[in-house]
Nanobody
Framework: EVQLEESGGGLVQPGGSLRLSCAAS????????MSWVRQAPGKGLEWVAA????????TYGNSVKGRFTISRDNAKNTVVLQMNSLKPEDTAVYYC?????????WGQGTQVTVSS
């Protein structure tokens, strides 16, 4: 059974940092490019960042470029999103999945709230 389990969210003040992690199981993780997407309250899904199978190529949405960093560890089947200089508009539920197409059922996501 394929599972994507996001963790690491929480409440942080503007300007703070969080490190999100996605643990993948049930498929050959190293064969898939991965991405992070987010959904803010009352809004649709927004693509945040993606990383290729080997981890050497990354790409970011304009709203997070220069502040977020995506990485992966194929030995541990995890993909990480390091988020710095957080802004209130980064408040959302964050999910991971394959990229560019969504191949697997979404996990439960992890809530990130940026507020003073």
């Amino acid at each position: 059974e394929v599972q994507l389990e996001e963790s690491g969210g929480g409440l942080v003040q503007p300007g703070g940092s969080l490190r999100l992690s996605c643990a993948a199981s049930g498929f050959t993780f190293s064969n898939y490019a991965m991405s992070w997407v987010r959904q803010a309250p009352g809004k649709g899904l927004e693509w945040v960042a993606a990383i290729n199978t080997g981890g050497g190529v990354t790409t970011y949405g304009n709203s997070v470029k220069g502040r977020f960093t995506i990485s992966r560890d194929n030995a541990k089947n995890t993909v990480v999103l390091q988020m710095n200089s957080l802004k209130p508009e980064d408040t959302a539920v964050y999910y991971c999945n394959t990229w560019p197409g969504v191949r697997f059922t979404w996990g439960q996501g992890t809530q990130v709230t940026v507020s003073s």
